[in-house]
């Protein structure tokens, strides 16, 4: 059975981004950049809703040819590439770059692909994943909390109908005050 990981940076309370779809408060330090690279490296499948989706296939493609690309950027690029992907989406029609599109029920997909055998999967966009979340699909939780107050905007977590425990498994701290934490969900 496949881990499910779902992993952003998020606001300190608890926005992925603000109004108007903003992340630019959330541009990561070299340092974080590099061990999100890790996190993304050791994923062997990446889900995406469509906004997020539309948000990574709009510049990750080519994002080691932009001027400038530092050498993670280049990993960064050139895994995203070649990591299978599976975009749940509706209203896209075509998908390219390594992924394959689903627009049919997402949690049926995404409990499917979990019990297959396989490396760790991550998911991306906060609609998708808290579809997973309120079905109890997620196995780890993985956050970067940055200090900032965004008032609104898009939450990282969607209301839950119960409560569920988590335990603290790694915190590491980044420049520009950020703190990672991991959770597992225990089972």
Known sequence: MRT???GMNISLDGYVAAPGDDIGWSVPSDELFG?????????????YGRRLWETMSSYWPTGDQHPGATPAETRFAQNWRDTPKVVFSSTLTEVGWNARLVPGDAVAEIARLKAEDGGPMTIGGA????????????DEYVLAVHPVLLGGGQRFFTPLDGRTDLRLTETRTFPGGVLATRYEVPR
């Open 4 to 6: 499910l990981i779902y």
């Open 35 to 47: 061990w999100w690279l890790e996190q993304e490296e050791a994923s062997s499948l990446t889900l």
């Open 127 to 138: 609609t998708l994943a808290g579809a997973a979340v309120r079905a109890g699909l997620i």
